[in-house]
């Protein structure tokens, strides 16, 4: 007998309009970075940008962990496989043994994947710097 469970709805226009804002407000970052440091009446501002380029960027980051975790439990929940009835299963159920999960740091990325997020950005910033110094 097959039970034909249905695929997990995901949110994927969403999470790559995130993937897509994180470029392109890193883009515009790097260009009102050049702007702001080219005019000393503007220099008064860049705190200002920096916070709110930040809180965008954590924004953002925190709605594709959110995703991600709930596309997980959702995967997690389709493959279970269904528990048997007590009232037909004679004897006690053993739990099944644990199973070992890598360790999360910051923002539930692991190590590798935090030091990735920052290789990116890092690049991202220098490449969109460059790219505007050839420009202006």
């Not at 740091?105 to 190590?111: E, I, P």
Request: one cysteine or more; hydrophobic letters at 45%; charged letters at 15%.
């Amino acid at each position: 007998m097959s039970t034909n469970r249905p695929r997990p709805r995901t949110s994927s226009a969403f999470e790559y309009f995130l993937y897509t804002a994180i470029i392109v407000e890193t883009a515009l970052a790097a260009f009102v970075y050049k702007i702001i440091f080219g005019d000393p009446d503007l220099a008064r501002l860049s705190l200002y940008f920096g916070i709110l380029y930040f809180a965008f960027l954590a924004w953002c980051i925190a709605q594709l962990n959110s995703l991600h975790r709930r596309r997980k439990l959702a995967l997690a929940e389709a493959i279970e496989p269904e528990q048997p009835s007590t009232e037909t299963t004679p004897g006690p159920v053993s739990d099944p043994a644990p199973t070992e999960k890598p360790t999360r740091s910051a923002f539930g990325l692991t190590t590798s994947q935090l030091v990735v997020v920052i290789v990116v950005f890092v690049s991202a910033v220098a490449t969109f710097s460059w790219a505007l110094k050839q420009l202006l």
